[in-house]
Structures are given as structure tokens and as C-alpha cells.
């Protein structure tokens, strides 16, 4: 075994009554770096007085911020997570075992448990979800890195086996705003990769999403819950397109 140190780089917004729970759930690491998007609160206050090192958000593109703050981390073991995910003992323990062992893996990807409105969503979207998680920013080269989270990676790493606790989330409206910041993002890639929308993108891809969550992924075993999340994340993608389609006439 070998001691190695680690880096959590996470956000937060207006988080002033949770951003302690969620600084202790990740007080196991290093460094904690905390990405906020220009709260209005005493957030940041809160976080530095933990001992959290407080990047203000400068960059509209997540990727490109999360890439910034890697930059700066101090140790080359880096962990990503999101303000409305949560590390279990059980995860905790495993990661630790894992950056400390030498013949450790470069990059590990982890799936997510998806607690909605107080119950566990086991398929649909969330079914065998894996994004990268946990990785060795010194394997990287510096053209991969500013492509992170990648599937290039995939081929490359292992799967940890107890998977991210994701509370999703404060209210309907939390969920929903979150998805809509997730879609603009995705629309303002495709803008810059010269997509346009077209019949295909606005009616066959939000239907096939549908039909993909709900009964390929078996989303309607997590019975009215599931409905929900399969309709509302399908209704995005078409929201996705939507948002492209005022890009390209500059409209908001």
C-alpha cells in the first residue's frame, strides 16, 4: 500500500443551509475545491471557513470549469462530483483502498443510485449509467484533459462496485432547472459543431428517448416515478433542440 492524496472538485449555488452536510460528506479528501457559479449567499463564506479552497465560476461550459479546477488541484488523484450527489462509508472506503494500492487502475467510472422524491429509481435512465468518476490527472496528457469527462476513457478503466448516492433533488423545480442548465449546455456544443436542428432532432429523438427510459430500460417497473422521469428527461432533449434552433437565430 502507498499513501496518496486526493482532490474533490464539486459546485455549489446558493447553498448556504446544505453546503455543510455536503463539505463533511467529502471531508475524507485532501483538497476540496468548490466551483461556485457567483452564489448571492454566504455559500462561499460558509465553505472556506471549512476549509474548502473556493473557485468562483468563470466559465459557461461545466467541462471547461471542471478543467480549470483540476488544473490547480494540488494532488494528482481527482474526484468529481456533483452538489446533489453524496459518497456512502461503503464508496468512501472503496476509493481510498483504490488510490492507495500501486497497481491501481488510471481511471475508475461509477454508476448512481437515484433517489427521486423519496424513492430509489433502480431503471429507466439511471439503468447501468456509468460516468467517469475517479482518475490520475498525471496519465492524462495534456490534450485529454481538456476533454474531460470522456469516453475515450472507458476502454481504459474499471467500474467501482458501490455505486454514487444521487438526490435528485430539492424540489420539481430544482430537477427540472437542472436539466434545462444541462440541455443549454449540450445545445451551446452542438451550436459551435455547426449542428442544426432539423424533423428528426425535434419529434423522433425526444419519442425514441421516451420508448428508450421507459421500456427498454425498464423504467416503468419503478412504476408512476418512473413515468415521470422517462417524460420529463424526454421533454428535455426536445428542449435541447429547441434552444439550438434560437441559437442559430439569436434569439433567447
Known sequence: MITTKLTIVTFCYNDEISIKKQIENIAFADEIILIDDNSSDKTAVIAKELGAVVLQQTE??????????IEMAQNNWILTLDP????STELKQ????KISCADSQEFYFAEQTLFFFGKTIKYGAF???KRLFLFNKSKISNEEIKIIPAKIFFKRSKTLKNKINLYAYKNFDDYNSSLNSKRKEEALVLFHNNIKPNFYHFFIKPFSSFVRQYFLKFGLIDGREGFILAYINSFSILKRYL???LLYRKME
Open 60 to 69: 459557461n461550459n461545466k467541462t471547461q470549469q471542471i478543467n480549470a479546477a
Open 84 to 87: 446533489n450527489e453524496s459518497i
Open 94 to 97: 472503496e476509493i481510498l483502498n
Open 127 to 129: 439503468y447501468n449509467k
Open 243 to 245: 434552444i439550438l434552433w
